[in-house]
């Protein structure tokens, strides 16, 4: 509001009572914009808050997604490692069977292949079965060999003794003998 304007309002109006009046009016507009810019700032720092939060939400919901993917990839990768824990504790215990089944066999040589590996599989179930606990695993293979037939191969094995020309048994010790009867040289 200008003087001129004020003066057409009011008519008789003193120089000193416009002054007053223009002097409220004009803190009531520095007030006013004050405010104003208050307002804008305010309006300003909320938006920047806003654009903040914003990205923060972006992250956090990239940030779930990378810990839902690792989340899979760790289940993933332990599954691996309990495969191969079990597949490994299998051939321990596979290895472990072979060797007792090897002892429990000695020097006896089955017909073929086919044979050991039923032999072997009859074993493997009878170690397991009730009535077979507290035996050793030599009378284990006895029972499940005695009386079978064509299971082992012929001894057609040439001792590794031979009779020398100084006299046949002057020189021969019972591993000897035992070995050209076709027995173990340990028993």
Known sequence: MTRD????????????QLKK?????????GK?????????TGLEEAKRKI???????????????EAENMKDKIEELQKVIDERRLRDENEGKRTELEKRFSQAVGDAEFLND???QGIFDL??????MEENQGLSDGEVFESITAGSENLFAENTRVPSVV????????NLSNGDVREIMGLSRNE
């Open 163 to 170: 009779a020398s020309t100084s006299g046949f048994g002057s």
């Open 32 to 40: 006013a914009k004050s405010e104003a810019k208050d307002a804008i």
């Open 114 to 116: 086919y044979t050991r």
């Open 123 to 128: 074993f493997e179930k009878a170690l397991e």
């Open 51 to 65: 654009g903040e939060l914003e990205a923060e939400t972006e992250s956090l919901k990239n940030s779930q997604y």
């Open 5 to 16: 304007e004020l003066r057409g309002i009011v008519e008789g109006i003193s120089d000193e």
């Open 21 to 29: 009046i223009l002097d409220i009016n004009s803190s009531d507009i």
